[in-house]
């Protein structure tokens, strides 16, 4: 099968994202490069996604968008290295999210959360990295924004859980977990969680607080006041989805906000952070510089 991204679309846009993609919060000179990167991400996306297409055929449209990474291939690619080399980005960012989903292709499990998190590096804070490097942001911020992509990455995966294993039989809720619990993998497939399932869910939402917790001064930390603004917005959604998910059942209950009570905690936390002042220095919360893999 010679197959194109667009054979693998699954029809869904930026405006069906839980979380602001480019919002009217970003300046406008910023907000191109950052959609030529989510459209890039969507097609690589669908295509690791796939629930018919056999694993052969995956990987190979994954290889199509990598080559356009390089300059012939899948046109969503070549269209994102030439935003890049104009802004002068590393293609790291790309190449990673591309690890990642190519990770979706033979990946269905994850023993634990260092596994999990590890898979988050790749598929998750590439996106942070690159909105930071197309704005000019001080590298020191890349591990707070990765502790809050993660954060974001866990929460998808703690809402579509039901979704994911009867869809794609992909399970990201680690498997210790689960069985430290009394857990199954089979208990996704339930129309509610049982009491073991929940327990694992609850556990995870905790840890993702933790993850959250570290990303809180990162809004504080950018020096472009209007990204510091959607990042505030994004942290205070992403809060709100984890307090949902602690009492909340994704396998029988809908865990996301409406247009309305999204509205309001964005309007909110936007406020907050535009008459909060300047930045603060940026720190590196994990305790070393981030730098980029070179590839």
Same mark, same amino acid.
């Given at each position: 099968?010679?197959?194109?991204?667009?054979?693998?679309?699954?029809?869904?846009?930026?405006?069906?994202?839980?979380?602001?993609?480019?919002?009217?919060?970003?300046?406008?000179?910023?907000?191109?490069?950052?959609?030529?990167?989510?459209?890039?991400?969507?097609?690589?996306?669908?295509?690791?996604?796939?629930?018919?297409?056999?694993?052969?055929?995956?990987?190979?449209?994954?290889?199509?968008?990598?080559?356009?990474?390089?300059?012939?291939?899948?046109?969503?690619?070549?269209?994102?290295?030439?935003?890049? $080399? &104009?802004?002068?980005?590393?293609?790291?960012?790309?190449?990673?999210?591309?690890?990642?989903?190519?990770?979706?292709?033979?990946?269905?499990?994850?023993?634990?959360?260092?596994?999990?998190?590890?898979?988050?590096?790749?598929? $998750?804070?590439?996106?942070?990295?690159?909105?930071?490097?197309?704005?000019?942001?001080?590298?020191?911020?890349?591990?707070?924004?990765?502790?809050?992509?993660?954060?974001?990455?866990?929460?998808?995966?703690?809402?579509?859980?039901?979704?994911?294993?009867? &869809?794609?039989?992909?399970?990201?809720?680690?498997?210790?977990?689960?069985?430290?619990?009394?857990?199954?993998?089979?208990?996704?497939?339930?129309?509610?969680?049982?009491?073991?399932?929940?327990?694992?869910?609850?556990?995870?939402?905790?840890?993702?607080?933790?993850?959250?917790?570290?990303? $809180?001064?990162? $809004?504080?930390?950018?020096?472009?006041?209007?990204?510091?603004?959607?990042?505030?917005?994004?942290?205070?959604?992403?809060?709100?989805?984890?307090?949902?998910?602690?009492?909340?059942?994704?396998?029988?209950?809908?865990?996301?906000?409406?247009?309305?009570?999204?509205?309001?905690?964005?309007?909110?936390?936007?406020?907050?952070?535009?008459?909060?002042?300047?930045?603060?220095?940026?720190?590196?919360?994990?305790?070393?510089?981030?730098?980029?893999?070179?590839?």
């Amino acid at each position: 099968m010679n197959a194109r991204a667009t054979d693998f679309a699954s029809g869904k846009g930026h405006r069906d994202e839980n979380f602001p993609v480019a919002s009217w919060l970003i300046a406008p000179a910023h907000r191109a490069p950052i959609m030529a990167f989510y459209r890039f991400a969507r097609a690589a996306d669908d295509i690791g996604d796939h629930p018919t297409a056999t694993a052969e055929d995956r990987l190979a449209g994954l290889a199509a968008m990598r080559a356009g990474l390089k300059g012939e291939g899948a046109a969503e690619a070549e269209a994102l290295r030439e935003v890049m $080399a &104009a802004h002068g980005i590393d293609p790291v960012h790309a190449h990673e999210l591309l690890d990642a989903f190519e990770q979706d292709v033979r990946v269905s499990r994850y023993a634990d959360w260092p596994g999990l998190m590890a898979y988050c590096r790749v598929s $998750a804070a590439p996106v942070g990295r690159f909105v930071l490097d197309v704005h000019g942001e001080d590298r020191a911020c890349w591990p707070a924004s990765d502790a809050l992509c993660a954060a974001l990455q866990v929460i998808n995966h703690l809402q579509d859980c039901g979704k994911d294993y009867r &869809a794609i039989d992909r399970v990201y809720l680690p498997l210790d977990l689960l069985s430290a619990n009394g857990a199954r993998v089979e208990d996704l497939g339930a129309a509610s969680a049982t009491p073991e399932l929940r327990a694992t869910i609850v556990a995870l939402a905790a840890r993702t607080q933790g993850l959250l917790a570290a990303s $809180a001064p990162f $809004a504080s930390m950018i020096r472009s006041r209007r990204l510091g603004m959607e990042v505030a917005v994004i942290q205070r959604l992403a809060e709100s989805l984890v307090e949902r998910l602690l009492v909340h059942d994704p396998l029988r209950e809908r865990v996301h906000h409406s247009k309305v009570e999204a509205g309001l905690l964005a309007l909110s936390a936007a406020a907050r952070r535009c008459f909060a002042g300047g930045p603060n220095e940026c720190r590196n919360v994990s305790g070393d510089r981030a730098r980029a893999r070179p590839r």
